[in-house]
Structures are given as structure tokens and as C-alpha cells.
């Protein structure tokens, strides 16, 4: 019988001199005997190794139902180089694919890398996920790291989500039912508490599995700071991901565990955004860039396997570790539109994985597979329950409007969001000038297909949450205009030079972006325009943006220096009042021009 999951095309990486030899047909993959040990005794389970079979996600968010538009999508590149577009994703799929992948496999651990939570759509968001992380119990995950939207609710939240109970304001959603919180641990290495140093959560976790043992440390960007919000991580420090895990692994060596897998919320940027591409042509590692690169080359080399998240990415790499030996890092995209299976070799007399015996391969989650039941059950009993709010009509559209799917820097559906907060920030204060909104907080699309029952072109409560889930206020502030053009610097140099973050802006402001440069230099200063007037840097501006940025989040800190401030309403009511005010069924919003920004590349 056909894997249901598998995709057309598979890449695997196989880690290496064996793996010239399986490519060119001397091995069969399933079949490579690590080095030194003979293949008549490479599977079975008296001899000398064992292969553990290694499931792993990340950056799933609550999406429990399937993720709309192109966020719920993958690329996919054909033998010909034909490139079509999947449609993956939802936890019911989800679940069917990773239990047709353990069938076959005794020895099977499941792990993930974070940001399973936070961001979440409404069905999962409402309930401050919790439906998320029973799902999570249901799938038989075994063990995750942290990741930063963990830390969207703070410390206290979080440890809820581990430890289970009722929600301190909301209290139980269910009668006779109270949340349990998470079977599998929560790995936090690298977050301590800033009086006792110690770790918030557990470091590591040692899966067992017949005197099999591997080692997970977890850990989160030591930039968590910088892109949540302040109250998030208040009396937390976050330590360096490379120094932190290295210590664990010194520590789980001495007791023995030679094997270790890290869960690192941090990752990288693919040369490709076809899920099944080569990273590793033209050489170990070449396809991918980003901060993973460089903590994969100083982790220790008692480090056998990374997983990776955060950039919503999906590779499948070898890149060498300090001391040159190849070492797999791999990332499944994101929302569980994929999932990566990673086979481990154990070496029994050594403890230790036998690096020529890894391969690796992303597959598809694939929406044509049977759904598991139990998945469809529990997300039909909390539809029920977010039903009263979920399906209200808050406004209409004339087409898809592209936010996270949108491939330009500024998206229609930010130009949308920058006008909403403006026209509430005006409601406030007249003198509202302009509005900012920070890309990261644009979660989905609107998409014009009816997701339900509302019709084609309707925008429901849910849809509009999705969008923006985090609970954010529309703050304003008052800016010199020099202050304005240092912050629209700050989207493409500092930390974020390596990886810009272009706000989203507000009918009125234009400016050129020249991508040809580098650094501050990106914006032209003198192109930046008001309503057709120059900035005065000298002048002062009224600024809205969400109280993240207003904080100084995304590395925005001149817009933590704003004076005189006035914080406004929750940014989803923003929104939602806007697209009530500008829309109705006769009169849909047209998705904007997202032309406010020229771009030079």
C-alpha cells in the first residue's frame, strides 16, 4: 500500500560517504550499514545498532484546522523543474500522517521546535490554546522546545500549558472538564529566571526505549526579547543558544546519554522555497543561510541531529559540525503542513548515533489522506463552543488579500491594517498623521473563498482574528521626523540588516526601498513623503502603531522613544470596526495596490 503522505518526490539526505553510494544505486537508503558495522546485523534488534526513527515539526501556531490560501500551501518542484503548489496542513491530517509513518517503526520519537502555541487562529487563540496542546497529547508528541510565541502570555501562562488547570481570569470552557495541560515536556535551557538563574522549565528530556537512550535540549532565539512583548518576559533572561545547549550536552555525556538531539527555535532561510530541493548543492549546507548556519557550526559535536524552526522554512541539510563531520539540520515549514522523518542509528556497545546512518526527508501532509477521526472530534467540540463568536460578519472583500502569503515586502493586507489603525488612531486624536504595523504581526491571509457557511467575499470574526491574534493595542505617539526616518532605517540595518523587516504603512506615506545597497542605506531619505510633502526632521508626527512596536519590538527601538502617548483599543477591534465601516456586500474592499513602497532590487 502507498504511503498516503508520501510525496511524488522525495529528497533524502543521507549523511556521508555512504550517501554517493546510495545515490548512485550501490546502497539502497533503507539498507546503508553505518560505517563498521556489517548489514546483517545493522536493523535487527539483537544486533549491534537500531535505527530510531525520529518525527519532527515546528511553528504549528494552533492551526488545527487547515491554514487557508497560501498559507496553506507548499511548493513542490517536479523532476522537469515544474514547480505546483499542495495544498497541506490541519491536525486531522496531521495525525493520520505521522501514525502511517510509526507504523513499522518500534523504536519512534516525536519531537518539535517550538511555537507549537501563540499566533493561533480563533479556534485554538479563544480558548488561549488549549485545544492546541490536547491535540498535541492526541498525536503522541513526546517532547518540544520552546519557542517565542510561547512567551506571548508570559512565564505564568506557559507554565499552564505545562502543568494544566482552569485559566486564571477566563477559568475552565468546559463544564466538569479542566485543562490538564501537556503530556510531553516543555524544553526551556537556554530561559532562566533572572533571581535564580535556573531554568523556567526542564533543560533536557532522555527518551528510553529498550536501554535505548537519546538526549533533547531545548531551547528558544536568545532574541525572544526583542519580538515579544515586554510583559512577556518580564524576570526572564534568555542565554546564547550555542553556549546553553553545549553545557547540557556536557552534562547528559557525564551521565552517560551519548545521543542528543537539539530543539532549537531558531533557523534559516532556503535557497529554494520548494520544500523538496537540494540544500545540500553545490556542497554540505550551501542551500541554506541564517542564523542556523553558524550555531550549527559551533554546536559541539556531542550534538547528533538538529531540529530547527522560527522561519517557517523547510530544509532538509547536512552542515558540518566543528569538527567537520557532517551533521543533519532540518526545519518542516510551518502550521503542519509538513513533517520531517529522520532515521537515527544507534550504536549500541557506543551509546552513540553512527552519523553515516542518518538520512533524512521532509513529506507532505497532504489533505488527501483520511482525516483522524479523533481530530475531527475535538475540533468540532471547540468549533461548537467558538461558534457564537467565531462565524459573526465583520466585513467583505472583492478578492484574496495577501498578507503572510504575499511575496512583495509590503503587502496589501499590511497597507489594510496600517489604514484600520490609522482611522482609530484619528478616532482618538485628529492629529493622526500616519500609522506603522510590524509584518510578523500579520498572521494569515483574508482569503475570498467562503471557509465556511458565510459565503464567498465575507470576512468573519474568526478569519479577522487570525489575522491578528495577539491582543495588541493601537497606541499613538508623538515622533520628531527625524526619529521617523531612524526607524525606517531600523527595518533593514542592526539586527535587522541580515533578515529586514519592512512595516507595513498607511495611505499617505511613500518612500523608495533600494535593495541594490546595503545597510540604512536601503532607505532613500530623500524620497520619504507624507501626502506628498517631505518629512521635516524637525517637525513633530503623531504615530499610530500596535503596543508592540510602541515598546521598541522587531528591533524598532526609535519607536520605543515616542512621547506623549495615548493607548487606543484592542488592534482586532481596530481592524474589525474598520472593515465594518468600509464594506458591505455591495460595496466590498478592494485588496490594495501595495504600492506605497518602491522597491529597487
Not at 330 to 347: E, H, N, P, R, V
Request: net charge neutral; charged share 20%; glycine share 10%.
Amino acid at each position: 500500500m502507498t504511503h498516503p503522505t508520501k510525496p511524488r518526490r522525495r529528497a533524502y539526505r543521507v549523511l556521508g560517504a555512504v550517501a554517493a553510494l546510495a545515490t548512485a544505486g550501490a546502497l539502497t537508503a533503507a539498507a546503508t550499514p553505518a560505517k563498521g558495522v556489517s548489514a546483517a546485523h545493522h536493523h535487527g534488534h539483537g544486533g549491534r545498532t537500531v535505527d530510531v526513527q525520529l518525527l519532527s515539526f515546528n511553528d504549528f501556531h494552533g492551526n488545527l484546522e487547515p491554514p487557508a490560501g497560501s498559507s496553506g500551501q507548499v511548493t513542490e518542484t517536479a523532476p522537469d523543474g515544474t514547480a505546483k503548489k499542495i495544498d497541506a496542513g490541519g491536525v486531522e491530517y496531521l495525525a493520520t500522517s505521522l501514525r502511517t509513518a510509526r507504523k513499522g517503526h518500534p523504536y519512534s520519537v516525536t519531537a518539535a521546535a517550538g511555537d507549537l502555541i501563540g499566533a493561533s487562529p480563533l479556534l485554538s487563540g479563544l480558548f488561549h490554546d488549549e485545544p492546541t496542546v490536547e491535540a498535541m497529547n492526541k498525536l503522541d508528541l513526546d517532547v518540544t522546545s520552546v519557542g517565542n510565541h510561547e512567551f506571548d502570555e508570559g512565564a505564568t501562562e506557559l507554565a499552564r500549558m505545562q502543568n494544566g488547570g482552569c485559566h486564571p481570569k477566563d477559568g475552565c470552557y468546559e463544564r466538569g472538564r479542566t485543562f490538564k495541560g501537556a503530556d510531553y515536556p516543555y524544553l526551556a535551557a537556554n530561559v532562566t529566571d533572572e533571581k535564580t538563574g535556573k531554568p523556567i522549565l526542564k533543560p533536557y528530556w532522555v527518551w528510553k526505549r529498550d536501554g535505548v537512550k537519546i538526549g533533547f535540549i531545548g531551547v528558544t532565539l536568545e532574541g525572544t526579547p526583542d519580538i515579544v512583548t515586554a510583559e512577556g518576559v518580564k524576570g526572564l533572561k534568555f542565554r546564547d543558544e550555542v553556549e546553553t545547549v553545549n553545557k547540557y550536552a556536557d552534562i547528559l555525556d557525564k551521565q552517560g546519554v551519548k545521543s542528543i538531539v537539539a530543539l532549537i527555535h531558531e533557523g534559516g532561510q532556503p535557497a529554494s522555497q520548494s520544500y523538496d530541493y537540494d540544500c545540500d548543492s553545490p556542497g554540505a549546507g550551501d542551500g541554506v543561510s541564517g542564523p542556523i548556519v553558524d550555531i550549527a557550526r559551533h554546536l559541539t559535536p556531542k550534538v547528533d541531529a538538529l531540529v530547527t524552526g522560527h522561519t517557517h522554512q523547510a530544509y532538509v541539510c547536512t552542515i558540518p559540525d566543528p569538527s567537520g563531520r557532517p551533521r543533519m539540520v532540518t526545519s518542516a515549514s510551518s502550521y503542519g503542513k509538513l513533517y520531517t522523518d529522520t532515521t537515527l542509528t544507534y550504536d549500541r556497545r557506543t551509546r552513540d548515533i553512527v552519523r553515516t546512518g542518518v538520512r533524512s526527508a521532509n513529506h507532505v501532509v497532504s489533505r488527501t489522506q483520511p482525516r483522524a477521526a479523533d481530530m475531527t472530534a475535538l475540533i468540532s467540540r471547540w468549533n461548537a463552543l467558538a461558534a457564537p463568536v467565531a462565524g459573526r460578519p465583520v466585513g467583505y472583500i472583492s478578492g484574496d488579500i495577501d498578507g503572510r502569503g504575499a511575496t512583495t515586502p509590503e503587502s496589501p493586507l499590511g497597507d489594510l491594517i496600517a489604514d484600520a489603525q490609522l482611522a482609530h488612531a484619528k478616532s482618538l486624536d485628529p492629529k493622526a498623521a500616519l500609522a506603522l504595523m510590524n509584518p510578523g504581526g500579520i498572521r494569515s491571509d483574508l482569503v475570498h473563498k467562503a471557509s465556511g457557511g458565510e459565503g464567498d467575499g465575507v470576512v468573519t470574526y474568526g478569519e479577522a482574528f487570525t489575522v491578528q491574534p495577539f491582543s495588541n493595542t493601537v497606541n499613538l505617539v508623538d515622533l520628531t521626523g527625524a526619529q521617523l526616518i531612524t526607524a525606517l532605517q531600523q527595518q533593514v540595518s542592526g539586527p535587522n540588516e541580515a533578515s529586514p523587516k519592512i512595516l507595513q504603512i498607511s495611505a499617505g506615506l511613500t518612500y523608495t526601498l533600494d535593495l541594490t545597497k546595503s545597510g540604512a542605506a536601503r532607505v532613500a531619505t530623500d524620497s520619504i513623503r507624507l501626502n506628498g510633502a517631505a518629512i521635516d526632521p524637525a517637525a513633530t508626527y503623531r504615530v499610530a502603531m500596535n503596543s508592540f512596536l510602541a515598546g521598541g519590538g522587531d528591533g524598532f527601538t526609535e519607536l520605543g522613544k515616542g512621547k506623549n502617548p495615548v493607548v487606543g483599543a484592542d488592534d482586532l477591534k481596530a481592524f474589525n470596526d474598520y472593515l465594518t465601516a468600509a464594506s458591505s456586500a455591495s460595496h466590498p474592499i478592494a485588496p490594495p495596490a501595495a504600492d506605497r513602497i518602491t522597491v529597487v532590487k
